[in-house]
């Protein structure tokens, strides 16, 4: 399950309790959306922590001020800024996740059980915007958002699907790098250095109730238990359909054992990690040897500070619990962000 302790290392400066408050929350509507293993989490988690300001708020500061969507609505006269850890934002938004609500209401129903009937039942967001940013609804309007727009087929590709993951949360395009990425991808591979391989979630409210959950009632005042945040950018307009998405076997698993041996002798383990990571990289078919020998060739001929880094690098990666594991994330993020060391198609 996801605990305090796995909040609290991606954000440590979150007052406990108000990052612990999501925890119940998280726990029941991630593996119902699918959200279940250690890559969809790992991505799921680093983007709701930057899009809520590490969990500090579920409603965007400023309320849409200077904003095109931060005026009423003719119609309503609500206003649709962000609200939830993913910042629902825009009337269609809004109503795409009340008729979503409505239609799998048997589905969540079994979630609410701790929660006020008068947050719980009046889902019309719509008329009731504000309920959005209450903590049950604003982080299952993340899961909407993540299922909507079929964003754990991008997770389960690892690193350069998080990147897709971002752009599509913070700019409607996988193909866009999200404002705030290199804050995003500290966070995520914090994540995957802490989080098992194995980590996995299970559905504990998979099993439906035996009698006819409550019909939605209109027009029943809320509480209020949200909290603002400033929204970094729109999330995409109208959503795409979700889709079932089978869960591949776990291509980005990596050893944690870094022991070698070449002719008996067994290397120290800085260079067994070294030789791993890269052995690795070759027989995923992201380089081959002859790039290996070019790259080390060229960084040493070119620009010898790019040796020190390395060299540092390794040896902080050594000062982790899984060093091995952050050295090979970091070698394949630098030869997909430096093709021409790449000679090789990237295998899918």
Known sequence: MITSEILKTIAPNTPKAKRDRFLPYLNKALPAYGINT????????????VESAWFKATEEYGKGKGRYYGKPDKV??????GRGIIQLTHKKNYQAFTDYVKKNWSDIYPRTVDIPSEIAFNADFVKRPELAAELFWAVESACWFWQANNLNKYADKG?????????ITNKGSATKRALGYAERLETYETLRR????????????????????PQIPA???SGSQSESIDKPQEQPLNPPKPEQVTVPAKENSIATSTQMTIGGIVLPPALAIIVKSITDLIEKGFVSAQDIGTFVFDLVRNNLSYVFILIG????SLMLKKAYKQFTLWLEMYFKANPEYTNVEVKK
């Not at 309503?76 to 800024?81: E, Q, V």
């Open 38 to 49: 250690e890559l969809r989490i790992s991505a799921f988690l680093a983007t709701c922590a």
């Open 313 to 316: 690098l390794i040896i902080i």
């Open 159 to 167: 690193v350069t699907g998080f990147f897709a993951t971002q752009g």
């Open 219 to 221: 027009d029943v005042p």
């Open 194 to 213: 802490i989080l098992p391989d194995n980590f996995t979630l299970k559905n504990s409210t998979a099993v439906q109730p035996q009698s006819e959950p």
């Open 76 to 81: 309503t006269g609500k206003i649709y800024y």
